[in-house]
């Protein structure tokens, strides 16, 4: 007990400096946003080398009205135009190892109340407005200068930019705001943001585009906390202190971790999906994930394999069926926070949420220990059980 204690209260303190957000929904690209690529001919507005080019480039609708032209030439250096509506603020397009936003870089574009055009590159250190650097990153901007032109309705960025690896796909992650940098060049906190796979193999043709809605990452992440973070610890509380009320407290054990299971199972297979869609750089989530999966199933199938309650195997099996079942609670919590982690927002909804969860659980488990210490719960009452009962007084996951 004391141990599961300290588990939880590590995830709690780790919680705190954990921030979160999950992926702004992704808006669904009509004819009206398609017809952007048609609308305007580039050459007759945007300078050298961009107008020379800009026509024949491949034009992909990516988000809302953000649109993507872009070609590569043998030198791995890529010129790319990326166009949005605009009235005030700041538009951007950044790229990102594993999707998120830290550790990324983007160029940012705007037109100032006095009508002059600016275009940086930052470098995305954080969440804080602070961390957002300008005149820094990793991209590396060819000698041909960026350029930013207001035509009509739409703002253009059009810059250079030379890959020293090439990956045929890459996350681009594109925002808007709609109030302008300070003097200094610092950003405003985005209106809206969301993440776009682009398979740049296919600069000269047809473009592949995946992206990564909320509605995906937050299906996981439902999933997630229900099964690891809420529904099995809750069936570890009722094996452990529910005892006294015969074999109630198998049967809702059992009902619940099965439940759990089905929930954890879930979301691994949803992370899976996310995996194959944007391929995050997250080995410790990924690799925690399956660990768990493979320790649930464990779990499940030593269910079916317990020995009968008289034999000395059943002594063991109870010593590996409780530390399993430990084990994969403090796990399924880690990971859930480093989920948290890698989600990467400014936003603190779900990170307040979760934390009220393991809260809650910490404070059942302390309660209901010192219940449990002074004999109020938790003893095994005289009563037979039923003759169809399987042993319930063995099975508990804690």
Not at 49 to 63: A, E, Q
Not at 82 to 107: H, I, K, N, Q
Not at 116 to 131: N, P, V
Not at 268 to 275: A, F, K, Q
């Amino acid at each position: 007990m004391r141990t599961l204690v300290g588990f939880y209260i590590l995830c709690l303190l780790l919680g705190q400096d954990l921030p979160f957000l999950l992926a702004d929904d992704v808006n669904f690209i009509n004819d009206s946003t398609q017809n952007l690529c048609f609308a305007t001919r580039l050459s007759d507005f945007l300078p050298p080398p961009y107008s020379n080019i800009s026509d024949s480039m491949p034009c992909t609708p990516l988000w809302n009205t953000f649109v993507l032209r872009y070609s590569e030439n043998r030198d791995n250096v890529m010129t790319i135009i990326v166009s949005a509506l605009y009235t005030t603020g700041w538009v951007g397009v950044g790229f990102s190892r594993d999707g998120r936003m830290v550790g990324s870089s983007a160029m940012v574009g705007w037109i100032t109340k006095k009508g002059h055009a600016k275009i940086k590159q930052y470098y995305l250190q954080g969440t804080e407005r602070d961390q957002v650097v300008p005149d820094q990153g990793e991209l590396q901007l060819q000698k041909v200068p960026p350029v930013v032109a207001l035509h009509g309705a739409m703002i253009y960025l059009a810059f250079q930019v030379k890959f020293t690896v090439k990956v045929p796909r890459r996350a681009v992650i594109l925002a808007f705001s709609s109030a302008y940098p300070s003097k200094l060049g610092r950003l405003s906190k985005h209106d809206d943001k969301t993440t776009v796979i682009v398979d740049f193999s296919k600069a000269n043709g047809v473009t592949s585009i995946q992206t990564t809605g909320s509605t995906e990452k937050t299906k996981h992440g439902v999933m997630a906390i229900l099964g690891w973070g809420f529904l099995l610890p809750l069936g570890a509380i009722l094996a452990r202190y529910l005892r006294h009320r015969d074999s109630l407290w198998y049967y809702l054990h059992i009902g619940i971790q099965f439940t759990g299971f089905i929930f954890g199972l879930a979301a691994v297979i949803l992370g899976i999906r996310l995996y194959n869609r944007i391929q995050p750089d997250i080995p410790a989530h990924r690799g925690i994930g399956i660990f768990l999966l493979i320790l649930s199933i464990l779990q499940v199938l030593a269910f079916f394999a317990r020995p009968h309650k008289e034999t000395k195997m059943r002594r063991y099996w109870n010593w590996y069926h409780h530390w399993i079942g430990r084990i994969s609670l403090f796990f399924g919590a880690v990971n859930i926070l480093l989920g948290i982690r890698m989600a990467n927002s400014g936003e603190d909804g779900w990170r307040i949420g979760y934390g009220f969860v393991l809260a809650v659980t910490l404070l059942a488990f302390i309660v209901l220990e010192i219940f449990r210490i002074r004999g109020s719960i938790g003893s095994p009452s005289s009563h037979t059980p039923p003759s169809f009962e399987t042993h319930p007084s063995s099975t508990s996951s804690v």
